[in-house]
Nanobody, 126 residues
Framework: QVQLEESGGGSVQAGGSLRLSCVVSGPTYSNQCLGWFRQTAGKEREGVARILTGDRNTDYAGPVRGRFTISHDNAKNTMYLQMNSLTPEDTAMYYC???????????????????YGQGTQVTVTS
């Protein structure tokens, strides 16, 4: 099955930036749906951004649009999330995830994908 491993989390002051990385291994295919999710205590995990590895089509959740940028390096099988202008509300455990092409186009990626990494903590202090 697909395996994902995140890195790059940490603590940053409000207004700062972080870049998360996710190495994807195992069975992959062209135009795979990859995404980033985040979760805080007591809340459901929510989709933050997603990308299709073939056509590079991207989509974002409203609260992060214009501040976060998702990208994917096919040669390295690595996905990134560049997070700028961070606020304390962005504090969460961040997970990378993988799913089917349909998940990206249907919008269902916002709720869930099939495979998740272990997560990396992002803390934004005011």
């Amino acid at each position: 099955q697909v395996q994902l491993e995140e890195s790059g989390g940490g603590s940053v002051q409000a207004g700062g930036s972080l870049r998360l990385s996710c190495v994807v291994s195992g069975p992959t295919y062209s135009n795979q749906c990859l995404g980033w999710f985040r979760q805080t205590a007591g809340k459901e995990r929510e989709g933050v951004a997603r990308i299709l590895t073939g056509d590079r089509n991207t989509d974002y959740a409203g609260p992060v649009r214009g501040r976060f940028t998702i990208s994917h390096d096919n040669a390295k099988n690595t996905m990134y999330l560049q997070m700028n202008s961070l606020t304390p509300e962005d504090t969460a455990m961040y997970y990378c995830a993988a799913g089917l092409t349909y998940d990206c186009y249907s919008g269902s990626w916002r709720r869930r994908l099939d495979y998740y990494g272990q997560g990396t903590q992002v803390t934004v202090t005011s």
